[in-house]
């Protein structure tokens, strides 16, 4: 992306397909100043779209979806979404998504990225996903309605590089004795990405009452758990996989985990609602750990936060959401431009 950009006929970046999840492009196209939407799509060469599961091989990921916000189910509203950047991605996922910026003083909305030629504006006291607004406020109320297919597990507000804010359904009082160890990320950019995470994991002085899943796709690629010992064979290419542990005791014990790029332990009794981060270079490489509520039935969140505006730069807001089933979720960033 970095190579080269027309915003004329390039209005979104496409961040997870069947080859795993790419959030550094966006990244990427926010460091250049690019106003880019977010798009996912499937890429899995089976010809079947929306039900692009991965098999034995290299597709480690479930293909995405976008969902376009369309005022009418037609072609021409199709094109128009998509020059608009009105869509949100997932991967693969059917969840709800809405996110509007509140402008306090009202601003100016473009009809079209302002670097290109023919831009008009418009008065507006509120900007939708994909919007590019300008005003003179110093802040404004960000407003997110999200409804999973599963139990969400967070929702992430962002600012181009930035994380806002991370918010969970959920307190530190609801959190019970469900420990989950993730592991995630490449190795870099290019085709050869594939991070091998082969390894084990043991708890010591504890029970392990079960152990289950996440994101293990591939058939070939299992978790096996022997009384307190569990074992895998996984990769990752950008996106993640891990498991879930429920144990007898909440806070009792130690857990060791082996991998080819960590190796740790770590008491039981110090993991809590955020994460716990073992960094293991590559491309946000590492293994994540962190307590959940034993059941979470919350499938739906509805936020309101207020949010700074930085002066003299662009403010590209959105929204990225974890289900505990494994799948995420993007919305196209509302840019607010000086």
């Known amino acids: 992306i970095g190579y080269a950009h027309d915003p004329d006929l390039e209005y979104s970046v496409e961040i997870h397909s069947s080859w795993g999840t790419f959030e550094w492009v966006i990244r990427k196209a926010f460091s250049l100043g690019y106003r880019m939407g977010i ?43 998509m020059r608009a950047r009105r869509h949100y991605g997932t991967t693969g996922t059917r969840l709800f998504l809405d996110v509007r910026l509140r402008l306090d003083g009202g601003g100016e909305r473009f009809s079209r990225n302002p670097v290109l030629p023919g831009a008009t504006t418009e008065a507006v006291g509120e900007a939708l996903m994909g919007d590019i607004v300008r005003t003179d406020d110093g802040e404004a109320t960000l407003m997110v309605d999200v409804v999973g297919s599963a139990p969400l597990e967070r929702v992430e507000i962002r600012n181009g590089l930035e994380t806002v804010a991370v918010e969970r359904p959920y307190g530190d009082g609801d959190l019970g004795s469900r420990i989950r160890v993730l592991w995630e990320g490449a190795e870099y950019e290019g085709r050869g990405r594939m991070t091998t995470w082969d390894g084990w994991a ?21 978790l096996t758990r022997e009384g307190n010992r569990l074992a895998w064979r996984s990769n990752t290419t950008g996106n993640f996989a891990g498991f879930d542990l429920m144990l007898a005791d909440p806070n009792a014990g130690s857990l060791r985990i082996e991998t080819p790029h960590v190796s740790e332990i770590l008491r039981i009794a110090d993991t809590g609602r955020e ?26 969140m509805r936020l309101e936060r207020r949010v700074a505006l930085r002066p003299g730069r662009d403010n590209p807001f959105y929204i990225a959401i974890t289900q505990e089933d494994g799948h995420r979720a993007w919305s196209s960033p509302i840019y607010v431009i000086p």
């Open 39 to 81: 798009v996912c799509n499937s890429d899995g060469h089976k010809g079947r779209p929306g039900a692009s599961y991965p098999g034995p091989g290299s597709f480690g990921a479930i293909g995405g979806l976008t969902c376009f916000l369309l005022p009418s189910l037609d072609r021409q509203a199709v094109f128009d979404a």
């Open 202 to 222: 043991e708890v010591e002085g504890n029970k392990v009452r079960d152990a289950r899943p996440v994101n293990f796709l591939n058939p070939e690629k299992v």
């Open 275 to 300: 994460d716990i981060v073992f960094d293991a270079g590559g491309l946000d490489r590492r293994v994540r750990v962190f307590r959940l509520p034993d059941v979470n039935d919350n499938h739906a």
